[in-house]
């Protein structure tokens, strides 16, 4: 498997929508090649194998799975097209093969455009409507340019090595690189919960070492919904 670049498919290639077919023979012969490679897909990844630990690597509690996604800043989309957007890059479920794919992957200070990166715990999808995350919410920190790179890695590694110590709540985090400001965030399954959202919170400011003036948000998924559908009329993470 040559991870770089894989990595490097994923994060550089345009978004192409295609040409639309010119008649309706085509467009019949496309739906069924369509229904056919859906089908396929389905019934390869229902015989994908499993991610496991190799050999005498270190294992973790969860695995997880690295994606992302890129779009055009000021369009908004609706959740089934930004399903369709983000990008997987990989699931790991050791130490050793977190650093295959961390290793070859471009630094969130180094990405252009309106760009995301997320890692979250395998079979999460990093949006609003996942069964997983639908009741919870994130907290959000607004970084200078120049500081995502080194926040991200500290917040990844923080979660992958269950510093939070709050059960199953982490449900994942994603860092978002803007024009004038970057953008970390931390998802998790409960947003009533005020002890998690609190603890949280304060092993967040921790690992990150924080000034103590720096402006935290907590938003629930609901809030963020609500308020895109007021702006947008439908929804987009």
Not at 55 to 76: C, D, I
Request: aromatic residues 10%.
């Amino acid at each position: 498997l040559n991870v770089r670049f894989a990595l490097k498919k994923i994060i550089l290639k345009d978004d192409d929508s295609g040409d639309h077919d010119q008649n309706e023979e085509n467009s019949t012969q496309k739906d069924g090649e369509k229904e056919k490679t859906e089908r396929d897909k389905n019934q390869s990844s229902s015989k994908r194998k499993a991610v496991v630990p190799g050999p005498a690597e270190h294992p973790l509690q969860y695995n997880y799975t690295f994606w992302y996604s890129r779009r055009t800043p000021g369009r908004p989309t609706s959740s089934q097209s930004y399903e369709q957007n983000i990008k997987q890059i990989g699931t790991f479920a050791s130490v050793e093969q977190f650093w295959r794919f961390y290793s070859h992957m471009v630094r969130p200070g180094d990405l252009t455009g309106h760009s995301d990166f997320h890692l979250f715990k395998e079979g999460i999808k990093p949006m609003w409507e996942d069964d997983a995350n639908k009741n919870g919410g994130k907290w959000i920190i607004r970084l200078r340019k120049g500081l995502a790179s080194r926040c991200w890695e500290n917040l990844i590694l923080a979660m992958l090595g269950e510093q939070f110590m709050v059960g199953e709540e982490i449900c994942g985090a994603v860092v978002s690189v803007r024009f004038q400001e970057d953008i970390i965030s931390i998802w998790n399954k409960t947003a009533s919960d005020q002890a998690t959202t609190a603890r949280i919170r304060d092993t967040l400011r921790r690992v990150l070492n924080l000034p103590p003036n720096t402006i935290m948000e907590y938003k629930t998924h609901t809030d963020s919904i609500k308020y895109v559908l007021g702006v947008y009329g439908r929804t987009c993470p």
